[in-house]
């Protein structure tokens, strides 16, 4: 049995992270999904909770034949540690998915196979463009699975990234 991690912000999760998930679950048996800078939120980059998108990837793999685990991973302060600061929050796995050329690096000195998955369109799906639509106004449902839809409706996260957008610098308090 292989199982492997993949880790990404997911603010919000789109198409583009379904894709590779998908993908990703025709290489191997489990899957642990980390919700990565877990202690952001409420800020215009990070509009998201750990919980919010907890919910938001494990409503949307539902339905992928894979089993998985969805769970959080708060940022720390210091690289050289990270990898074993994620293993002690996390099932064991095997092998890492990821484009982040910091995540391969850590991740590949800690002696853990790395495989790497091509961006799917990613000038579309992109957090950063989902959250440029929401405050502009523009439709941006058709990114993300109607299940990331109906959380984003359920807690009125665009009406939340259009007022922190619009702040006074309000990044911490």
């Known amino acids: 049995m292989t199982r492997a991690f993949y880790i990404g912000r997911f603010q919000p999760y789109h198409f583009g992270h379904h894709t590779i998930i998908k993908q990703i679950a025709e290489e191997v048996d489990e899957l642990v999904v980390g919700i ?10 990070d509009p998201f909770t750990a919980g919010e998108r907890v919910l938001m990837v ?21 690289n050289s540690i990270w990898v074993h600061h994620v293993a002690s929050r996390t099932p064991h796995f095997e092998v890492v998915y990821s484009n982040n050329p910091l995540v391969i690096q850590l991740f590949r000195e800690a ?10 369109i990613r000038e579309r799906y992109s957090g950063t463009e989902i959250r440029r639509r929401m405050i502009a106004g523009e439709k941006w449902e058709h990114l993300v699975p109607k299940s990331v839809v109906e959380v984003i409706k359920e807690i009125d996260g665009v009406t939340r990234l259009r007022n922190v957008s619009a702040s006074d610098n309000n990044s911490s308090l």
Do not use: F, W
């Open 36 to 45: 990565g800078s877990a202690q952001k939120s409420h800020e215009s980059t």
């Open 111 to 120: 002696g853990v196979c790395v495989k790497q998955s091509p961006l799917y």
């Open 58 to 78: 494990y409503n949307a793999l539902e339905n992928l034949p894979i089993r998985h685990y969805v769970l959080p991973i708060e940022d720390i302060k210091y």
